[in-house]
C-alpha cells in the first residue's frame, strides 16, 4: 500500500469539527480528498462515495433515510451527484445543530451550486484541498506565506543550479497519482485520462450543456494563455465562440478547479490598473501536457519558462493560504503605464506584500523597480517586496526590497 502523505489542511479542519455542523471539502477530482476525509471517520463515523452507483441511487431516492443510516460524522464524498441531500442535511441540523455532524466533499465547488449554497449557509465551513504542495510532497509544513508578513524577512541560501531542481517540480505537478510517476509518457498518459473523466463526470454533474466536445480545445487554448490577463473578446474570437457562451465554459472550468482567475489589485490606484483577471491554470503538470512541453524546451525557451514559473509560484501560493495564520488574500497588479508584479498578498488590515517571479539566476536592482513604484504609491500600507529567482542568496536592494531563492517558497 503506497504511503500517504500528511495533508497541511487536516489540523485546521479537526477543528472546525468541534464547532461547525458541516465541513466542507472541495477541489480538483483526484487532489486527495477521499483520502483525507477517510482519516475524519473516527470509531462512530461513516464514509460512503456518491461515486457508487447504487449508493448515489439511494441517496437520490430518500435522502432523509440515507443520511439517518449513517454515523457521526456522515462523510459524503462527492455529495455534488446528489443535490437533494443539501436540503436534508439543513433539515437534520436544524433539528438537532451540533458540531462535526458532517463532512462533505466535491470535484465541482459546492458553493456555487444554487441547492448547497441555499441551504448550507450558515452552518458550514469550506476548504479547499489542492493537489500536494511542495512541501508537502517533500514532508515540510509551508510557512512561507506567514513570514512575509513578519518583522523581518526570511533568510535563504537556494540549492545549487536551482532552475534545474525547480523546473522538474514545474512539469510534474502536484496531483497525487503523477507524483509517483517517473516516466513523462506516464504522466502525460494519466492527464489525458483525468481531462476526459473531468469533462465526461464533473461538467456534466453542473452544467445543462450538452455539447462539450470544445472544452479539451479551450483548455489547451487557455494554457498557452496562462499568466496573462484574460481577454473573453480574444479567446472568444480564436475558440469561433460568442461571448456569451464562453462566459460560460470559462465558469464551468472555474467550478471543476481546472483554472483559477487572480483578481486584480485596485486599491488606491483606482484607473491606473488593469481590472481584468489573470488566468491561471490550477496545476503545472497539466499545464505543461496541454503544452506538449518537456523539461529540454522550457529549459530553453525562457518565456516559456517564465510564464510556466509564475503559474507555479501563484498556485503555490494558493495551497498556503489554506494553512496560513494570517490569511490574506491574493492578487496581481499591472498598471496601465506598463508597471506589473506577479502577486500581491494583501492582509485584512490593509499591509501588503508584493511578489514579482525571474527564472534568472542574476538579479539586478532595475529589476524591483515595479516594486518600488507600488510601494510609493500605497506608503505605509506596503510590508515589503520580494523578488524570487533561481540564485542561491537572499539578497537585500533596500530596506523592505528583498532577493530570495526560489526554493524559499516550500522550504521556508
Do not use: C
Request: proline letters at 5%; aromatic letters at 8%.
Amino acid at each position: 500500500m503506497p504511503r500517504v502523505l500528511p495533508r497541511h489542511l487536516l489540523p485546521d479542519i479537526r477543528r472546525a469539527l468541534t464547532d461547525t455542523p458541516v465541513v466542507v471539502v472541495t477541489g480538483p477530482r483526484q487532489a486527495g480528498k477521499s483520502t483525507l476525509v477517510q482519516q475524519l471517520a473516527g470509531p462512530n463515523g461513516r464514509y460512503t462515495t456518491l461515486d457508487d452507483g447504487p449508493t448515489r441511487a439511494a441517496a437520490a431516492a430518500d435522502p432523509e433515510a440515507f443520511l439517518s443510516d449513517l454515523g457521526v460524522p456522515a462523510i459524503i464524498d462527492e455529495a455534488q451527484r446528489a443535490p437533494g441531500l443539501a436540503l436534508a442535511i439543513k433539515a437534520a441540523i436544524d433539528r438537532r445543530r451540533s458540531p462535526g455532524r458532517f463532512v462533505l466533499t466535491g470535484s465541482a465547488d459546492l458553493w456555487t451550486l444554487p441547492g448547497f449554497a441555499t441551504a448550507l449557509a450558515g452552518r458550514m465551513e469550506i476548504f479547499t484541498l489542492w493537489p500536494f504542495s511542495q512541501g508537502e510532497l517533500d514532508g515540510h509544513r509551508e510557512g512561507f506565506v506567514d513570514a512575509l508578513f513578519a518583522s523581518r524577512v526570511p533568510r535563504q541560501t537556494g540549492a545549487d543550479e536551482l532552475r534545474r531542481t525547480v523546473f522538474p517540480r514545474v512539469l510534474r505537478g502536484g496531483f497525487p497519482e503523477v507524483a509517483l510517476r517517473r516516466a513523462a509518457s506516464r504522466r502525460d498518459a494519466w492527464f489525458r485520462s483525468y481531462l476526459a473523466s473531468v469533462v465526461d463526470r464533473e461538467v456534466r454533474d453542473v452544467s445543462r450543456i450538452e455539447d462539450l466536445a470544445e472544452l479539451p480545445r479551450l483548455m489547451a487554448l487557455l494554457a498557452a494563455r496562462a499568466t496573462d490577463v484574460l481577454n473573453v473578446s480574444e479567446v472568444g474570437r480564436a475558440m469561433e465562440m460568442n461571448k456569451m457562451t464562453l462566459s460560460r465554459y470559462l465558469a464551468l472550468l472555474e467550478r471543476v478547479f481546472l483554472i483559477r482567475r487572480v483578481r486584480a489589485w485596485a486599491g488606491d490606484l483606482g484607473r491606473r490598473v488593469i481590472q481584468h483577471p489573470k488566468l491561471i491554470l490550477t496545476d503545472t503538470g497539466l499545464l505543461t501536457h496541454l503544452q506538449e512541453l518537456d523539461l529540454d524546451r522550457v529549459m530553453r525557451d525562457g518565456r516559456l519558462g517564465g510564464a510556466l514559473l509564475e503559474n507555479f509560484v501563484l498556485m503555490e501560493l494558493e495551497k498556503q493560504l489554506g494553512w496560513s495564520r494570517t490569511k490574506p488574500a491574493l492578487y496581481y497588479l499591472r498598471t496601465y503605464d506598463g508597471a506589473e508584479i506577479d502577486a500581491v498578498l494583501e492582509r485584512r488590515n490593509g499591509e501588503l506584500v508584493g511578489i514579482e517571479v525571474k527564472s534568472g539566476h542574476a538579479v539586478q536592482d532595475d529589476d524591483f523597480a515595479a516594486l518600488r513604484l507600488f510601494a510609493s504609491r500605497v506608503g505605509d500600507r506596503f510590508r515589503r517586496g520580494i523578488l524570487l529567482y533561481a540564485g542561491r542568496e537572499t539578497v537585500a536592494f533596500g530596506r523592505q526590497l528583498h532577493a530570495l531563492p526560489l526554493d524559499a517558497l516550500w522550504t521556508f
